[in-house]
């Protein structure tokens, strides 16, 4: 028990509850601790209907049967839940999660649509948990938005964090190697995937690039000035079901030695840990030996998949290293890393069980 921990559980809605990563919230949300999940939201296909009808169950565990008979109502305000998980289509997510917020919502949302304003901040909690600090200049209304990265960035940044943090990180290439479970539902068709790899995820490597520089920035008052650090990004497709693979180059602002990097990796913790936040993986980084490591296969779910795996680090005769970094793009880059984020925010104080 953390000294942050509320004293009840607080009710939670869910948004895009059918989807794919909404699905995923449901099920990590079943027995948390912390939260209980009070309302499914999705579109008026599925509106009035019980959820075991209208979602697509396509999760490697069995729907909860905590909500399996819960009635998917409209995703409209309503004031049982002033916490709000959000796993809309960004094609409508943007002016949904605003008018949550504006009814008084703490919105947390894995849509890309707001996270890139200057006033919502863009959290990985164990590298930038300062950054949450912004929804206190945000002009919503009584509510407040915060924002999960896009799913291939958080693996990134889990590698680059706490390089930055210690030697400074100059510039970045990374090739990504991205499961299929990422676009979401219905996915990609399977003449379109077999066999083959897709070199191109619409605006995947702007989302990347731009990211990254956001979340290694600096809280300067009410916005973040992003990091001067250079990072290229070229995304791909390939036939994993879950878990993305990146493959990444980097210059360091400060010289370091091999075995530097390994300690910094495995002996990094942050304020989740601390905190004993409830999702938060032991350790956020591991870097493995093994020279056919890490895989999808056989590392994704480290840490119930809470955990960013690194491996094969080697000199790079173009940057300063190359390394390998996987991570589960539905739960540590999508829903496992919105609901460490919300148990963030109130280890902080941002919410609370009487809100």
């Given at each position: 028990m953390t000294q942050s921990e509320p004293r009840a559980r607080i009710p939670v809605a869910v948004l895009g509850a059918t989807g794919s990563v909404g699905q995923r919230m449901v099920a990590l949300l079943d027995g948390h601790p912390w939260f209980?999940?009070?309302?499914l939201m999705a579109s008026e296909r599925s509106a009035g209907r019980p959820y075991r009808e209208a979602a697509t169950w396509v999760q490697p565990t069995a729907i909860p049967a905590s909500v399996a008979h819960m009635t998917v109502e409209p995703t409209e305000p309503e004031s049982r839940c002033r916490l709000v998980f959000s796993a809309l289509d960004a094609s409508v997510a943007g002016p949904v999660e605003r008018a949550f917020a504006g009814a008084g919502h703490f919105v947390v949302s894995n849509?890309?649509?707001?996270r890139m304003d200057r006033s919502v901040p863009l959290i990985i909690p164990e590298v930038n948990p300062d950054h949450l600090d912004l929804v206190r200049s945000q002009s919503f209304g009584p509510g407040a938005i915060v924002t999960n990265p896009n799913c291939?960035?958080?693996?990134?940044?889990?590698?680059?964090?706490?390089?930055?943090r210690v030697f400074g990180v100059r510039r970045v290439n990374v090739v990504t190697m991205q499961a299929i479970s990422g676009a979401g539902l219905p996915g990609v068709?399977?003449?379109?995937?077999?066999d083959n790899v897709v070199p191109f995820i619409g605006g995947e490597e702007e989302k990347m690039e731009r990211e990254t520089r956001k979340i290694l920035g600096e809280l300067s008052g009410d916005h973040v000035r992003d990091a001067d650090v250079v990072v290229s990004a070229h995304c791909n497709r390939v036939p994993v079901v879950d878990g993305h693979t990146?493959?990444?180059?980097?210059a360091l602002e400060t010289r370091a030695a091999p075995n530097e990097l390994i300690s910094v990796w495995n002996?990094?913790?942050?304020?989740?840990?601390?905190?004993?936040?409830?999702?938060a993986p032991t350790q956020p980084v591991r870097y493995l030996s093994d020279e056919s490591a890490p895989q999808p296969r056989l590392h994704r779910d480290i840490d119930g998949g809470m955990?960013?795996?690194?491996?094969?680090?080697?000199?790079?005769?173009?940057?300063d290293y190359k390394f390998v970094v996987l991570s589960h793009n539905t739960i540590r880059g999508a829903a496992g890393g919105a609901i460490l984020l919300a148990e963030l925010a109130?280890?902080?104080?941002?919410?609370?069980?009487?809100?």
């Open positions: 209980e999940t009070a309302a849509a890309r649509n707001h291939s960035t958080i693996g990134l940044v889990l590698a680059l964090g706490p390089l930055h068709a399977s003449m379109e995937i077999m990146e493959c990444v180059s980097v002996e990094f913790v942050s304020e989740p840990q601390s905190l004993g936040l409830p999702t955990a960013a795996s690194i491996g094969r680090l080697r000199p790079c005769p173009l940057f109130v280890a902080r104080g941002l919410l609370t069980a009487d809100d």
